[in-house]
Every structure is written in C-alpha cells, then in structure tokens.
C-alpha cells in the first residue's frame, strides 16, 4: 500500500503491556518513529530507530524493526493510566518530509 | 528554548472569512513543516520550508490555501474564503540537520472552526 497504515483504537487494562503495530512504505526508509499526541496538545517524539537496527530499548518502551515486512511496532511495559493517548507511526525517505499513519488511540483502563 | 510556538490556539470563523495562523520556528532549525489534522485524513502535510523558500507546496488543497515565511522566525498560513471544510488541527513543526535524524519538533497546534 502507499499508506503508513495503523489500528485506529487500542484498549488495554492497567500494568498490561501495549502493543501498537504500524505497517510503513518504503524498504528504503530510513528513520522510522512513534511520536505520541495527548490531547489538546501537539506531537511528542517518544522515540525512533534507524533501519539498520532490529530493536531499540528505552525504559518501558521496545521498538521493534522488520524490514522484510515493513513492520514496525512499540511495546509499552506495565502500561499505566498516563499512556492514554494518540501514538503515530512516521516514517523518513531520504530527504523527504516524515509520513505519518493515522494514529493509533490507546486506552488503558484502571 | 520555548519550543514551536503557534498563535491562536483556538480560531472559530464564519464562512467565507480570511484566517491566518501563525508559526515561530525554533531558532536555528531551518526546516518548517505546515501540517494539517483530521479525524479522517490524519496528518497530512500542507507546505514545507527550508531557508524560507518553499520547497513542496504539493499538499495544499486548493488556491484558497497560502503559506509565507518572511523571515527565519516566522511563517503564516492563510485561508481565503475560508470554508466549513477547512475545520481541523493546523500544526506547524520545525527541525535542522542534523536534529532531523531525531524527528520534528511540533507546536501544541491550531484549532480552526468554520461555522
């Protein structure tokens, strides 16, 4: 497809892990990010991977890469009631501007 | 650093009004993005800048949209008639080389409402 496609929703209980998956583009790309969007306010990048990596870690957060497929998904450990919120998936080709899919809202319940 | 900044916040319109929203780049990025969110397009971009020249106008949606930057510290994004249609989230990000290997860095956007 041409779009970086997301799931529009995802609910999860408190202390859960979160999963959101995002499906990009371009083999080619090579900076692939999850920004995160609470409401009323703009976009915060959480983190990002560059595609000659497989996984990046950063405290609860795990990106995952898989070139082959184009897949690219960020696990969230013992999501807590503050993690309500957009997540975006973006991707970079070169000197292209980033591309964004359609956000995945995330809800934990308490 | 404050961040992007963008003014107003909030911006209800009539119809057929002229709206300009505006945009304060981060000092020294000179890359500004005009983005556009909807609940059934997502984010879509508009315009791009670097240096203050526009370098892709390609997403704008029609001649009633226009988008400036004068100088390195400001842009503005015009619409002229405005139109029920146009109601959305207007985010303006900026970054420079090589922060954009880290992403953008968005301002908290602008919501537009034409009634």
């Known amino acids: 497809g041409e779009d970086v496609e997301q799931s529009l929703f995802l609910s999860v209980r408190e202390g859960d892990s979160s999963v959101i998956n995002c499906t990009y583009t371009d083999s080619s790309s090579t900076y692939l990010y999850w920004y995160k969007q609470e409401p009323g306010a703009g976009l915060q990048l959480l983190t990002y991977i560059f595609s000659n990596m497989d996984m990046k870690q950063d405290q609860r957060l795990t990106v995952l890469l898989n070139k082959k497929d184009k897949h690219l998904s960020l696990r969230i450990a013992d999501t807590q009631t503050g993690d309500s919120a957009i997540y975006f998936c973006a991707e970079m080709m070169g000197n292209t501007p980033l591309v964004f899919g359609k956000g995945t809202r995330l809800s934990v319940i308490a | 650093d404050a961040g992007v900044i963008q003014s107003p916040r909030h911006e209800v319109t009539e119809m057929g009004q002229e709206v300009t929203l505006r945009c304060k780049p981060i000092?020294?990025?000179?890359?500004l993005f005009w983005y556009r969110q909807t609940m059934m397009r997502g984010l879509e971009l508009l315009i791009y800048f670097n240096n203050n020249v526009p370098i892709d106008d390609s997403g704008m949606p029609e001649d009633r949209f226009s988008a400036k930057m004068p100088n390195a510290s400001f842009s503005t994004l015009k619409i002229q008639p405005s139109e029920p249609r146009d109601s959305a989230v207007y985010f303006c990000a900026s970054t420079n080389f090589p922060t954009v290997l880290y992403g953008y860095t968005f301002g908290s956007g602008t919501r537009l409402t034409v009634v």
């Open positions: 000092s020294g990025h000179d890359y």
